[in-house]
C-alpha cells in the first residue's frame, strides 16, 4: 500500500522552530518530486515547498529562509524544518506526491503558533 504520514507538528510559541516529517511506504520517494502543503484557518490549501529528485528545493517567498525542506533516502522520508514561526504559519501541514497517475496526500498534521 502506498501511504504518505505526516508527523511532528504541535503548538509553539512565535519565533520557535519544529521539524515535520512526511515518513513514506510503498514509494521510493528519492525517484519522485515531494511537495510541502498547508491549510490555515478559512484558506486555500497552499503550495509552499518542493523537492526535486535531484535533491533541489524551492520555496515560497513566504517561508523561504526560514523553512528548510530535506530528505533521507535510507528512511524514506522527508522533512520540513520550520524556523521562526510565526503565527500566519498556522495550518494543517502535508505532504504530497504525484505517484503513477495517483495524487497522493498524507493525513496531515497541524502546526499551531500562539504565544
Known amino acids: 500500500q502506498v501511504q504518505l504520514v505526516e508527523s511532528g507538528g504541535g503548538l509553539v510559541q512565535p519565533g520557535g522552530s519544529l521539524r515535520l516529517s512526511c515518513a513514506a511506504s510503498g514509494i521510493n520517494i528519492s525517484l519522485y518530486t515531494m511537495h510541502w502543503y498547508r491549510q490555515g484557518p478559512e484558506n486555500q490549501r497552499e503550495l509552499f515547498a518542493n523537492?526535486?529528485?535531484?535533491?533541489?528545493?524551492n520555496y515560497l517567498d513566504a517561508v523561504k529562509g526560514r523553512f528548510t525542506v530535506s530528505r533521507d533516502n535510507a528512511k524514506n522520508t522527508m522533512y520540513l524544518q520550520m524556523n521562526d514561526l510565526k503565527p500566519e504559519d498556522t495550518a494543517v501541514y502535508y505532504c504530497?506526491?504525484?505517484?503513477?497517475?495517483?495524487?497522493?496526500w498524507g493525513q496531515g498534521t497541524q502546526v499551531t503558533v500562539a504565544s
Open positions: 523537492i526535486f529528485s535531484d535533491g533541489a528545493t
Open positions: 504530497n506526491t504525484v505517484y503513477r497517475t495517483q495524487n497522493l
